[in-house]
């Protein structure tokens, strides 16, 4: 299947003539889209695996040549740690080929889902440790520089505030084995509506433990789509913890799809962060609002619209 062959005739009419796809679709076949590229957004958008199966098709590695054909810069995989050796060195290869850059992966998917490192057990701060010294390895061999952590969830009968000491004494131990490497784990806020219990959620609370650690590997993950189910008034937020985000993550909310299915205003958040000077990664890490190749034109135009001119 040629994956510059996009569907035409689509229900969003003289809109899809606009998106990048088709206009792909006509030029000459390239092997990837160069920072200088006209189709290239202006912030740097990541895509996961699946997001556009239907147009490249089977493969990780068609996968990614048709997001740098697309004009994203970058790919995120919340996975790549459960992945063979093997896979990641392909999938770095590929990115490298294409230009791209790798965004997160999940550091510690084996403790973010019940009271772990809140608890203060020595078990699992080790095990979290651990976690970080396993995952310098599958970031060097994928060139990435950012790690996703989530703390676990409220551990009950315990003070919130020593819950919190016991959080950042497992994040400044884990700093240390990442700070060598220039490795930064981005600590993600999550909302309660989705995942009642976590102990991590606001963007406040967030800057506090970011201090108390004071490492230039634990920052924060600001996932736009969590905040704004959380706490709202993102851009405020985002300004008074701006020193401590490198990496956004974006979703529509309600619903967590793309820009424009729901209440946040994408192009004026965007362009904030343009205008601030934002220049690292912004993780597509939602769903889409239709299926099939039509939804994933739809998807890619949503990007357009809200991109900073």
Known sequence: ??????????????????VTPLALAKAPAKPKASSSSSNTFTLDYAPHFGMFKNHAGDGHMAEIEFMSDAGFRSLEDNGMRGRSIEDQLRIAKALEKNDMRMGVFVMNMDGAWYPSITTGKPEEIEKFVQNARDSV???????????????????????????????????????????PHGIVMVCEPLNWRDHRGQFLQFTPQSIEIMKAVDSPSCMILQDLYHQQASEGNLIDHMNAAWQYIPYFQVGDNPGRREPGTGEINYANVFKHMHERGYDGIVGMEHGKSQGGKEGEVVLIDAYRAVDPS
């Open 1 to 18: 299947m040629n994956r510059r062959k996009f569907i035409k005739g689509t229900g969003a009419g003289a809109a899809i003539a606009a």
């Open 137 to 179: 390895e599958v970031a060097k061999r994928t060139n990435a520089k950012w790690m996703t952590v989530v703390p676990g969830n409220v551990a009950e009968g315990i003070p919130m505030d020593q819950q919190t000491a016991h959080v950042i004494e497992a994040l400044k131990q884990a700093s240390g084995v990442l700070e």
